[in-house]
């Protein structure tokens, strides 16, 4: 399993942006294919935003695809969730997941190592 330790997250004003990264550690990185989820309170974690083993396939949540953008860097071990046009329902803590996969995809599900996260709220 990979070591993963989110950052970039805090307070931001409606309409701002963020930018999160995920660092991973301890195994080939670019074996393993990489994952945004959120929990808002009181809410079930929720897919964001997958990319396959080499960045160059992706996959949404309808939700998200308009604004969040997510992309990898191989060399620096590092998957990013780039967040724009913050609104007050994008207020979570953000999850990094990985799964290792023999193909070049982007899964919906099946992540086998987690984060601890990192907390996004925007305030209106």
């Known amino acids: 399993q990979l070591l993963l330790v989110e950052s970039g997250g805090g307070l931001v004003q409606s309409g701002g942006s963020l930018r999160l990264s995920c660092a991973a550690s301890?195994?080939?990185?670019?074996?393993?294919?990489m994952g945004w989820f959120r929990q808002a309170p009181g809410k079930e974690r929720e897919f964001v935003a997958t990319i396959s083993r080499s960045g160059y396939n992706t996959l949404y949540a309808d939700s998200t695809k308009s604004r969040f953008t997510i992309s990898r860097d191989n060399a620096k071990n590092t998957v990013y969730l780039q967040i724009n046009s913050l609104k007050p329902e994008d207020t979570a803590v953000y999850y990094c997941a990985a799964e290792e996969v023999l193909l070049d995809i982007a899964p919906l599900g099946g992540f086998g190592s987690w984060g601890q996260g990192t907390q996004v709220t925007v305030s209106s």
């Open positions: 301890g195994r080939t990185f670019s074996s393993y294919a």
